[in-house]
């Protein structure tokens, strides 16, 4: 009886002395190493350098899980029976799956004692934070956005039509826009002519994704698309700018501002606020991307008009474009009633110096104006 006494008292001593141990976690440091922002469908080096410091033997896991949208290229995760300081670096790719700016969670740690009968975990803070951008592709744009000049002398080929301003009349030809015929004085000369605009430099470029009609997957290829034009002005040497959801980026020809309109992009989330238009810099050519362009914003469009060089509205209905690489498939429904208005009012609109380009059927928004 005794012994057996003397066996309880000295396993509950052990038993209390583990969970003494385990009481207080050790001393863990954490810092992560990535850039803050990468292309949708790219990749960014991760390094991640963890620091575990105990004077009392202990049994520890640590995890450092990433948030959804960004995969590291193995698992962050270390368990090892710990004394002293121990310092252990992950190396790997971070793999970038989704358009977003994700907050990165705290590490995950556990510990026990040596013989693991008491466990507890907390999470201990890392703040870091991910932009992912729109993914880009390249584009056919020759009468969308090519050519553009923001310097430089204008010629008969070079610049933007300018509708308002007329230069001369010619016989019409093949391949004539129906929207450049004179009537008045094609019934007055008996034969077709054509208007030839003036043509304007363009000052800078500016694409206004409208978030107020579509879903998710229209604003995921809206914001794609949004970039791959801003990254095509910024090539010709135009300032380029991003506008949404009642903001804009400021306008320039550096990365900065790149970056700064990429960021938007890729916060841009499906937003049920009215669209509204951003002041238009004199000169510049402004693009309008939607899913449904309702009424209201081609007013706006037709009084950014006074100041810009171009307006251009691009309609992408849901279910009937092509994103690049994606195989054609049935149209089961029609286009949506505002998207057929305004190509009922395309003709009318390029009077005022309004382009239309609607994608129907299984376009690709590869091409545009090809």
């Given at each position: 009886m005794t012994a057996a006494l003397l066996w309880l008292a000295l396993i509950a001593a052990v038993t209390g002395g583990l969970w003494g141990l385990s009481r207080r976690p050790p001393h863990v440091t954490v810092t992560r190493?990535?850039?803050?922002?990468?292309f949708e469908g790219g990749g960014l080096p991760l390094t991640v350098t963890v620091t575990v410091r105990s004077r009392r033997p202990l049994r520890v896991t640590v995890s450092d899980p990433a948030p959804r949208g960004v995969v590291p290229g193995h698992e962050l995760t270390a368990a090892a029976l710990h004394l002293g300081q121990t310092t252990q670096t992950f190396t790997t790719t971070l793999r970038l799956n989704r358009r977003g700016h994700f907050e990165w969670p705290g590490l995950d740690l556990a510990w026990a004692d040596p013989l693991g009968l008491f466990w507890?975990?907390?999470?201990?803070?890392?703040?870091?934070?991910?932009?992912?951008?729109?993914?880009?592709?390249?584009l056919l744009l020759p009468d969308l956005l090519r050519p553009l000049l923001s310097e430089g002398t204008l010629s008969r080929q070079l610049g933007l039509d300018d509708p308002l301003s007329l230069r001369s009349a010619r016989e019409y030809v093949t391949g004539d826009a129906p929207g450049r015929i004179h009537w008045r004085l094609s019934a007055r000369r008996g034969e077709v002519v054509v208007r030839e605009p003036e043509r304007t430099a363009a000052s800078s470029l500016t694409v206004f994704v409208d978030a107020s009609a579509g879903g998710s997957t229209f604003v995921d290829s809206a914001a794609r698309l949004a970039a791959s034009l801003l990254r095509e002005g910024?090539?010709?040497?135009?300032?380029?700018?991003?506008?949404?959801?009642?903001?804009?980026?400021?306008?320039?020809?550096?990365?900065?501002?790149?970056?700064?309109?990429l960021h938007l992009l890729a916060r841009l989330e499906p937003d049920p606020a009215p669209p509204a238009l951003p002041?238009?810099?004199a000169g510049g050519n402004l693009i309008i991307l939607t899913a449904r362009p309702s009424a209201d914003l081609t007013t706006q469009a037709l009084h950014a008009r006074a100041t810009a060089s171009r307006v251009s509205i691009v309609a992408l209905p849901e279910g009937f474009y092509l994103e690049p690489?994606?195989?054609?498939?049935?149209?089961?429904?029609?286009?949506?009633d505002a998207v057929r208005d305004l190509e009922r009012r395309a003709a009318v609109l390029a009077e005022s110096g309004i382009l239309v380009y609607v994608l129907r059927g299984n376009q690709s928004v590869l091409t545009l104006a090809g």
């Open positions: 190493e990535v850039p803050g922002s990468g507890q975990q907390t999470t201990l803070p890392a703040t870091t934070a991910v932009t992912v951008y729109p993914g880009t592709h390249g910024q090539t010709l040497g135009l300032p380029v700018a991003a506008a949404a959801a009642g903001q804009v980026t400021p306008a320039g020809r550096g990365t900065d501002a790149l970056h700064a309109a002041a238009t810099r690489g994606e195989q054609p498939r049935r149209q089961w429904a029609g286009l949506p």
